[in-house]
Structures are given as C-alpha cells and as structure tokens.
C-alpha cells in the first residue's frame, strides 16, 4: 500500500530492536503530537502512523500456544493514598474522528479491523477475540454501552443433552439441546436468579431436541428462587422450548 508517494517518513524505525527507558517521572511518559497535514493526494490513504509488520518471523522448531505480533503488557496503578479510578484502561480510544471543513463520513469508528484472508485454513479466524477477565464481582469478555448493531450471523454456544437424568448448567452455556439415545425424564438445574454479577439479565434457551417431551418431560429448576414465579418450569410438549431471562430484582427466571 502506497502513502501518499511520501518516501520517507517524518520518523522512521527500523527493525533493529530498540529500548525506550523513560525515567520515572509525574508526567505521560511517551507523547506522538501529529502536525496539520496539508495537500495530502487526492484519494490516497495517509495515515498519521502506520505500523507495517510486513517481514516473515521464522521460529525454530517447536509448538507455540500464542503467536503475537504485537503485545501491549499494562503495569499495576496505585496511589499514594485510598483512592479509586472510576475506569482503568489498558489501552483507550477516545471516539472517532471528526469531519472537518468540506467532509463527510459515510461512517465513523473509533476501532475498525478489516476482514483479510488468511492462509493455511486454519479451522476458525477471528477478526477479534476477547477473553473475559477474572478477578472481579462480574467479568464479562465484552461490554456494549448503548445500542449494538450485528451485521451478520450469531454463533452462540450449543450444548447437547445426551444421556444422564439430570444436567447443571455451566457459566458459558447459552442454548441447551435435549437429545438422547434412549427417551427418559430430564432435568436442567439452572443457576440462581440474582443481582449484579453475570447473572442478571443472563438468557438461556432449553429446548427439546429428540421430540418426546411430552412422554419424557423436562423439568428446569433453579438452584433457589423462582423459574416464571414457580419452585420449577415443565416442558412437556413435544419440540417444546423454554426462552428465560434472569430478572435479577425479583429473584425469578421469566420466560419470554
């Protein structure tokens, strides 16, 4: 990709490795101030900096569990007194750019990450993938304030009942299939209704995957509280399904 026919950047850094030890001090550390530009081509993308990782890393042999090419590692915060920081960031983007004198955006984003092609058929690509944290009362993988705009299919995890009378239901599952070999009463213990953590709110689909529910019940009972204001929740229609949302407040799974 061209840069606008620039050459030769403003700074330049090759890959010759090299060590920023900034002294401590009270203040920002490393600080990229970008100038105006002005009379950049028409039509050619210019970005104010451009990290190309472009060259082949060739390993020796042996197994690697994670191979990344750029690693951001954030250090411990503390003050010097009881104090709290309201949001702690391990890397912050403060918006999308702003159009300025004769622009117009057709979109705006603070992060875009480009699909690509990747090679070597690897059985799953992401264009992110997000871990949740743990440590903390709630720890959630991603957190959306305000709406949220899919643009595409969503792939939710699937787990298959397929023997056994009874199953727990774990943290990460989100639709629950009913399916044995051999037709027999089941029941889904599902977690407590409660506030705050990753409880509230949380949505579970339980359906009947074989279709003998009504021979073969499926009875969904919470560890304590309420399933739709009851002690438990049946099934009993063939190909029957249950769609229940924890209402944390109330202490009760509602089904939708």
């Known amino acids: 990709m061209t840069y606008g026919g620039v050459a030769t950047p403003v700074y330049q850094f090759t890959q010759t490795a090299t060590t920023f030890s900034p002294a401590a001090s009270a203040g920002v550390h490393y600080v990229f101030n970008g100038a105006a530009d002005n009379n950049i081509p ?20 042996g197994a690697l569990t994670n191979d990344p090419w750029l690693s951001v590692t954030c250090g411990t915060t503390a003050f ?17 750019p702003s159009a300025g004198t004769n622009a117009s955006f057709g979109a705006a984003h603070a992060l875009q990450i480009a699909g690509g092609a990747v090679s070597g058929s690897p059985p799953v690509a992401d264009g992110l993938n997000v871990s949740a944290p743990t440590g903390a009362i709630s720890n959630f993988a991603i957190r959306a304030t305000g709406p949220s705009s899919f643009q595409g299919g969503l792939q939710f995890t699937r787990t298959t009942v397929t023997t056994g ?8 599952d989100y639709g629950i299939l009913v399916n044995k070999g051999t037709g027999s009463a089941t029941t889904i213990n599902i977690p407590t209704c409660t506030t705050g953590g990753t409880i509230d709110g949380r ?29 438990s929740l049946a099934i009993s229609a063939n190909y029957g399904k249950a769609i229940l949302q924890c209402d944390g407040a109330s202490g009760n799974w509602a089904q939708e």
């Open 42 to 61: 028409a039509g050619s993308v210019q970005p104010v900096m451009n990290l190309a990782f472009t060259g082949t890393r060739t390993h020796l042999v």
């Open 165 to 172: 009378a009874s199953y727990t239901v774990l943290a990460n």
């Open 80 to 96: 010097s007194g009881a104090s709290t920081a309201t949001d702690s960031s391990c890397a912050y983007i403060a918006g999308p």
């Open 203 to 231: 949505i579970l689909r339980i359906a009947d995957e074989k279709g003998d529910a009504a021979t073969n019940n499926i009875t969904i009972t919470p560890t304590s509280g309420t399933v739709q204001n009851a002690a």
